[in-house]
């Protein structure tokens, strides 16, 4: 989805285009961005110069102060590190760093990566409210998260891998009525 690799069979399209005929740089101008697993700053560069650097593209530069606005709003934390190294961030705010440089972008769908990934339960409540706040906001979610307890809560649809084959799909509710998702996922 994020077209860092490219599909041995199937296709893909994404409001109507085909993805398998687009260029990985250029997913971001169909309007798809990535948080990678591991958020993959720039921890060299500033807070407010990695977020510059999500809104790159010229319709996005010309709403960089807007999204800059909702960025800050979202994670209020970001305004107050604004000049801090991205380096000597908590995790925590690593993460919504990364998520703010994606949404400097202003996509219609943001790819998620293992968010919750190495934070503090606290911190992922945290996170997983903005997550819900921006799906609120009209941008689509995919998620890939281990923390399936987590990810149910906020999926509208889910999908259950075993070793990279879907085993189970449905909504999250439907889900949660199989006892052998409960019991191999939730451990009860």
Same mark, same amino acid.
Request: glycine share 8%; with cysteine; proline share 4%.
């Given at each position: 989805?994020?077209?860092?690799?490219?599909?041995?069979?199937?296709?893909?399209?994404?409001?109507?285009?085909?993805?398998?005929? &687009?260029?990985?740089?250029?997913?971001?101008?169909?309007?798809?961005?990535?948080?990678?697993?591991?958020?993959?700053?720039?921890?060299?560069?500033?807070?407010?110069?990695?977020?510059?650097?999500?809104?790159?593209? @010229?319709?996005?530069?010309?709403?960089?102060?807007?999204?800059?606005?909702?960025?800050?709003?979202?994670?209020?934390?970001?305004?107050?590190?604004?000049?801090?190294? @991205?380096?000597?961030?908590?995790?925590?705010?690593?993460?919504?760093?990364?998520?703010?440089?994606?949404?400097?972008?202003?996509?219609?769908?943001?790819?998620?990566?293992?968010?919750?990934?190495?934070?503090?339960? &606290?911190?992922?409540?945290?996170?997983?409210?903005?997550?819900?706040?921006?799906?609120?906001?009209? &941008?689509?979610?995919?998620?890939?998260?281990?923390?399936?307890?987590?990810?149910?809560?906020?999926?509208?649809? @889910?999908?259950?891998?075993?070793?990279?084959?879907?085993?189970?799909?449905?909504?999250?509710?439907?889900?949660?009525?199989?006892?052998?998702?409960?019991?191999?996922?939730?451990?009860?």
């Amino acid at each position: 989805m994020a077209g860092l690799l490219c599909g041995r069979k199937g296709d893909l399209r994404f409001d109507g285009a085909d993805m398998t005929a &687009v260029r990985a740089h250029d997913y971001c101008r169909h309007g798809i961005a990535l948080v990678p697993e591991g958020r993959r700053l720039f921890t060299s560069l500033t807070v407010l110069e990695n977020l510059e650097l999500g809104s790159y593209r @010229a319709d996005a530069r010309r709403k960089r102060a807007a999204s800059l606005e909702q960025v800050c709003t979202m994670f209020p934390v970001l305004k107050e590190r604004l000049a801090a190294v @991205a380096g000597t961030l908590s995790g925590g705010q690593q993460q919504m760093l990364a998520i703010g440089r994606a949404l400097m972008a202003r996509p219609s769908l943001l790819l998620l990566d293992e968010p919750s990934l190495g934070l503090a339960p &606290v911190i992922v409540v945290e996170l997983f409210r903005a997550i819900r706040r921006i799906n609120a906001a009209g &941008v689509a979610i995919l998620l890939v998260e281990q923390n399936v307890a987590a990810a149910l809560e906020l999926a509208h649809r @889910a999908y259950v891998l075993e070793e990279g084959r879907i085993v189970a799909q449905g909504r999250p509710a439907t889900l949660l009525s199989q006892p052998q998702i409960r019991k191999a996922y939730l451990g009860h």
